[in-house]
């Protein structure tokens, strides 16, 4: 990693820090990132999150640059690990008196495969009524999909999201990260809360049916309302908007990149002033936004004209300046490179021993609260790390060994 001019801020893990979930355990059997991510907001918010893993560990271990388990490290601090053999009755076992104690679990197994353990949701809520389960699977609990297989991938692509993404003259364009993964997470932490405050409040747990699919055609809304009203579908048109303009991606004079958004009327006269050229905001083809769509190429072209002869630094000084909303474009090494990213804590460094240099760069907590902020306590466990710690005071010393010595629990 080369040498920043903006140092990232290192923060030490401390074991001790408390956050607003302080007392709730959360029993997490999810494999890969939707449920990872999902349980990390639970876990950097203070909640105990105890991974029962199988004996290979958690998929994200197997997923290693240069031999490093980055995203087991980022998705998984704050929690604890336990290692079950969950094929075996007695490890099923183990799961049934972990849930009867806690006050959430989290599955993403396929539908059918947690009632095959004998842990239906029915039993766990007869020994527990306030516990909330949450089941995460590609298609849903229920419908004709239930049963196949489901990625992230699947679901981009089934949900409207890669037929609108990309250039009208190219094929479609998959996301190159996990949307949909990240997005059922980010509205999975918040079904789990929501139905936290509701078994807190009436002591009724209850189950949440948490598909990849469904999150993910919903922050494509309004587009099925909008093809019902026109009769038209949404056309992919790379970076440019369909709703505004201009609104693009813009090459600069040093082969760098920036990206501009003139959302409002106002904004829009800022930019035609700015760029030399105040005489647009009157031009018939641009004086309103409708205006503006239907002669968006010749609009684009003016303002790339003007971008294009001028730097990245010149161009962001200059339209700052006009309070013109425009900002780079950046990659990893760019935002590991950036004051306002460093200064915000946005990304940190943490202690890695298995980082050449001693720190691992990552995320800080999201979201940020002012009474009770996020924590971070330790780093990603170790498979099995925490077996004694959560085991003995649930089994007793003697029943511990014994699953042990049977090849039950691992590590």
Same mark, same amino acid.
């Given at each position: 990693?080369?040498?920043?001019?903006?140092?990232?801020?290192?923060?030490?893990?401390?074991?001790?820090?408390?956050?607003?979930?302080?007392?709730? @355990?959360?029993?997490?059997?999810?494999?890969?990132?939707?449920?990872?991510?999902?349980?990390?907001v639970l876990a950097d918010h203070g909640a105990e999150v105890v991974k029962v893993e199988p004996?290979?560990?958690?998929?994200?271990?197997?997923?290693?640059?240069?031999?490093?388990?980055?995203?087991?490290?980022?998705?998984?601090?704050?929690?604890k690990s336990i290692c079950l053999d969950l094929r075996n009755p007695e490890g099923q076992e183990?799961?049934?008196?972990?849930?009867?104690?806690?006050?959430?679990?989290?599955?993403?197994? @396929?539908?059918?495969?947690?009632?095959?353990?004998?842990?239906?949701?029915?039993?766990?809520?007869?020994?527990?009524?306030?516990?909330?389960?949450?089941?995460?699977? &590609?298609?849903?609990?229920?419908?004709?999909?239930?049963?196949?297989?489901?990625?992230? !991938?699947?679901?981009?692509?089934?949900?409207?999201?890669?037929?609108?993404?990309?250039?009208?003259?190219?094929?479609?364009? /998959?996301?190159?990260?996990?949307?949909?993964?990240?997005?059922?997470?980010?509205?999975?932490?918040?079904?789990?809360?929501?139905?936290?405050?509701?078994?807190?409040?009436?002591?009724?747990?209850?189950?949440?049916?948490?598909?990849?699919?469904?999150?993910?055609?919903?922050?494509?809304?309004?587009?099925?309302?909008?093809?019902?009203?026109?009769?038209?579908?949404?056309?992919?048109?790379?970076?440019?908007?369909?709703?505004?303009?201009?609104?693009?991606?813009?090459?600069?004079?040093?082969?760098?990149?920036?990206? /501009?958004?003139?959302? !409002?009327?106002?904004? !829009? +006269?800022?930019?035609?002033?700015?760029?030399?050229?105040?005489?647009?905001?009157?031009?018939?083809?641009? @004086?309103?936004?409708?205006?503006?769509?239907?002669?968006?190429?010749?609009?684009?072209?003016?303002?790339?004209?003007?971008?294009?002869?001028?730097?990245?630094?010149?161009?962001?000084?200059?339209?700052?300046?006009?309070?013109?909303?425009?900002?780079?474009?950046?990659?990893?090494?760019?935002? /590991?490179?950036?004051?306002?990213?460093?200064? @915000?804590?946005?990304?940190?460094?943490?202690?890695?021993?298995?980082?050449?240099?001693?720190?691992?760069?990552?995320?800080?907590?999201?979201?940020?609260?002012?009474?009770?902020?996020?924590?971070?306590?330790?780093?990603?466990?170790?498979?099995?790390?925490?077996?004694?710690?959560?085991?003995?005071?649930?089994? &007793?010393?003697? +029943?511990?060994?014994?699953?042990?010595?049977?090849?039950?629990?691992?590590?």
């Amino acid at each position: 990693m080369t040498t920043s001019s903006h140092p990232l801020h290192r923060r030490q893990y401390d074991p001790s820090a408390r956050g607003a979930l302080d007392g709730v @355990r959360v029993v997490d059997l999810a494999r890969l990132v939707a449920g990872n991510l999902l349980t990390k907001v639970l876990a950097d918010h203070g909640a105990e999150v105890v991974k029962v893993e199988p004996p290979e560990g958690d998929t994200l271990r197997a997923w290693k640059v240069q031999g490093i388990e980055t995203s087991w490290k980022t998705w998984c601090r704050n929690k604890k690990s336990i290692c079950l053999d969950l094929r075996n009755p007695e490890g099923q076992e183990v799961v049934r008196r972990l849930a009867a104690e806690a006050q959430i679990l989290v599955e993403s197994f @396929r539908p059918g495969v947690l009632e095959a353990m004998g842990l239906a949701p029915e039993t766990l809520l007869e020994a527990n009524p306030a516990l909330v389960i949450l089941r995460v699977s &590609g298609w849903g609990q229920t419908g004709p999909y239930r049963h196949k297989p489901g990625f992230g !991938t699947l679901v981009e692509g089934y949900s409207g999201f890669a037929a609108i993404n990309g250039f009208p003259d190219r094929e479609p364009v /998959l996301p190159p990260m996990f949307m949909g993964d990240a997005y059922a997470g980010l509205y999975g932490s918040s079904a789990a809360l929501i139905a936290l405050r509701h078994a807190e409040a009436t002591g009724q747990g209850q189950v949440i049916d948490l598909s990849l699919f469904d999150p993910m055609l919903a922050i494509l809304e309004p587009q099925v309302s909008n093809y019902a009203v026109t009769g038209k579908l949404k056309q992919r048109t790379g970076s440019r908007s369909t709703n505004t303009a201009p609104r693009n991606a813009y090459r600069t004079r040093d082969d760098g990149w920036v990206c /501009l958004s003139s959302s !409002t009327q106002s904004m !829009t +006269e800022k930019l035609f002033r700015s760029i030399g050229r105040p005489e647009l905001i009157q031009d018939p083809r641009f @004086r309103t936004n409708p205006d503006r769509l239907r002669n968006w190429e010749v609009l684009q072209d003016i303002v790339a004209g003007f971008i294009a002869e001028r730097s990245m630094e010149e161009n962001l000084a200059h339209f700052d300046a006009a309070g013109v909303t425009i900002g780079p474009i950046k990659d990893a090494a760019g935002l /590991l490179d950036d004051r306002f990213v460093a200064e @915000r804590e946005s990304l940190i460094e943490v202690p890695d021993a298995d980082m050449p240099g001693g720190w691992l760069p990552m995320h800080g907590e999201v979201p940020r609260l002012s009474a009770t902020p996020g924590i971070l306590a330790r780093p990603a466990p170790k498979l099995g790390e925490h077996n004694d710690e959560i085991l003995s005071p649930l089994l &007793g010393d003697a +029943e511990l060994a014994r699953l042990r010595q049977a090849g039950v629990v691992r590590g």
